[in-house]
């Protein structure tokens, strides 16, 4: 059990590393890392039975909705450009992405 849960926090580190590259670069190519990070972490909470993943449920959940989301607009954006509009929503879900992993973290005592 205790294997998953830092597995799950070196996830969250991953995460948080593409996440603050990206915000900083602005590179969309980062939202791939970002993907496999968000994947990685799903894989590892659905095939876990401790109760620890029980205590953040909620946040993983604004994580991965989060994600997807990010996921269907990169998918409208037209040959890869992202206009004003997309960029707002995708500023939005990557902060609601970001608050999650902070509160994950605290829950655990990583931060």
Known sequence: ME???TAFAEQ???LNGAMKELFASGNAALFAEVNRAVKELHRI???SADSAFAL???ECNVIYSNSDMIVKVL???EDGV???GAQKALNKFLHN???AVIEIAQ???LV
């Open 3 to 5: 294997q998953e849960l």
């Open 75 to 77: 998918r409208t954006t």
């Open 97 to 99: 992405v970001d608050a």
């Open 56 to 58: 953040i449920e909620e």
């Open 12 to 14: 969250l580190v991953r």
């Open 107 to 109: 829950a655990f005592g």
């Open 82 to 84: 992202i206009d004003a």
């Open 45 to 47: 909470q659905s095939a």
